[in-house]
């Protein structure tokens, strides 16, 4: 079975620019989540979307933003692009939303921002 | 808020050497905990978990007990292999945020040396 993909696989924007990523869940998970991973640092969540619904945003600016389409797959838009959302961009699906549904994480989008 | 503490990298063992990696948590409420593993150029993969008060999690020879009096979720093994080379994260689930969003550490990178 596919896990979970992402595309692309990199990317190199310039600051000011705009970027969308984009997420295919496992087939049958209806929630896909967004994290942002600096170099040396954990994952910090960034949103959760569920039934095409948002269901958590962390914090992160308004420049961040994400949808979710009636095949359940996801993409996260970021506006304004600045030196520091240089990062890998994690995407993680389950199929349902508590502990017993656990997060299958893609192997991310990595941005470089110049 | 939540928060996530482990012992800093990297760290590095010979081959059959026992290891261990330090993880403490900040929570107000009754997290579930989480050790996920990250292996050069791909995403997270769930190791294990605990989701309550004194539960051992266990996998691929890994182990790691929920010690709510400590607040902490310590990862062993009593034999490392080079295939275990990796950075390991701690994480938490906070499921009263009303989403499932896990709450990382930074990470600590394992090198085991033949």
């Known amino acids: 079975d596919a896990g979970v993909t992402q595309s692309p696989t990199h990317l190199i924007k310039t600051r000011g620019q705009h970027v969308t990523l984009r997420c295919s869940p496992i087939?049958?998970?209806?929630?896909v989540s967004w994290y942002q991973q600096v170099l040396g640092q954990g994952p910090q969540f960034i949103f959760q979307?569920?039934?095409?619904?948002?269901?958590g945003r962390g914090n992160f600016p308004d420049r961040f933003s994400a949808r979710q389409f009636p095949n359940y797959s996801s993409e996260l838009n970021v506006n304004a692009l600045l030196l520091g959302d240089s990062a890998l961009y994690l995407c993680?699906?389950?199929?349902?939303?508590?502990?017993?549904?656990?997060?299958?994480f893609g192997n991310g989008t990595r941005l470089t921002v110049t | 808020g939540d928060s996530v503490t482990q012992m800093e990298g990297p760290v590095t063992l010979s081959e059959e050497a026992f290891l261990t990696i330090n993880c403490t948590y900040t929570?107000?409420?009754?997290?579930?905990l989480f050790w996920y593993v990250q292996y050069p150029g791909e995403g997270l993969q769930l190791l294990l978990k605990?989701?309550?008060?004194?539960d051992k999690g266990s996998n691929k020879g890994f182990e790691a007990t929920y010690r709510k009096e400590t607040t902490s979720f310590h990862l062993e093994k009593g034999s490392v292999q080079v295939s275990d080379s990796a950075v390991y994260f701690c994480?938490?689930?906070?499921?009263?945020?009303?989403?499932?969003?896990?709450?990382f550490g930074k990470g600590t990178k394992l090198s085991v040396i033949p």
């Open positions: 993680a699906s389950s199929s349902g939303q508590g502990d017993n549904s656990p997060l299958h």
């Open positions: 994480a938490l689930s906070d499921a009263g945020a009303g989403s499932y969003q896990l709450t």
């Open positions: 929570a107000t409420g009754y997290p579930s």
């Open positions: 605990a989701t309550k008060a004194d």
């Open positions: 979307y569920y039934e095409k619904e948002e269901r």
């Open positions: 087939s049958g998970h209806k929630s």
